[in-house]
């Protein structure tokens, strides 16, 4: 990497900070609703409404076949716009929440049960 220029190191160094940005936001997300919900007096995890989604699954119930959970093709082609697939995705049943797509919030049922 020899004649590298100053606006090509700087293009790296706003790349490398807009990736970590990109990273991070889901837990600066998660940070920023919970402060908000606290400050409410609500349930900081599930926001009082006593439920929350399967990781898994991300709440439906269900997920696709394949060999990392997902379809490519079938992904791709959705964001596009086309309506359906052609190819047919196996879903199956999640095996962490049983299909239901959730889980009774740990913080409520605690508070509910004693």
Do not use: W
């Not at 409410?40 to 269900?62: E, V, W």
């Not at 696709?64 to 959970?69: E, H, L, V």
């Not at 959705?78 to 879903?91: H, N």
């Amino acid at each position: 990497m020899e004649n590298i220029t100053a606006s090509e190191v700087a293009g790296f160094g706003v790349g490398t900070l807009l990736l970590c940005a990109t990273i991070a936001a889901p837990r600066v997300d998660a940070f920023i609703s919970a402060s908000q919900r606290s400050n409410l007096g609500m349930c900081k995890r599930c926001g009082n409404l006593r439920m929350i989604a399967c990781s898994k699954c991300k709440g439906t119930g269900l997920f696709k076949g394949g060999p990392f959970g997902f379809n490519l093709d079938d992904d791709l082609y959705q964001s596009v716009g086309g309506g359906g697939s052609k190819v047919k995705v196996q879903s199956i049943a999640c095996p962490k929440c049983q299909a239901r797509g959730h889980f009774c919030c740990p913080d409520c049922s605690k508070t509910s049960s004693v």
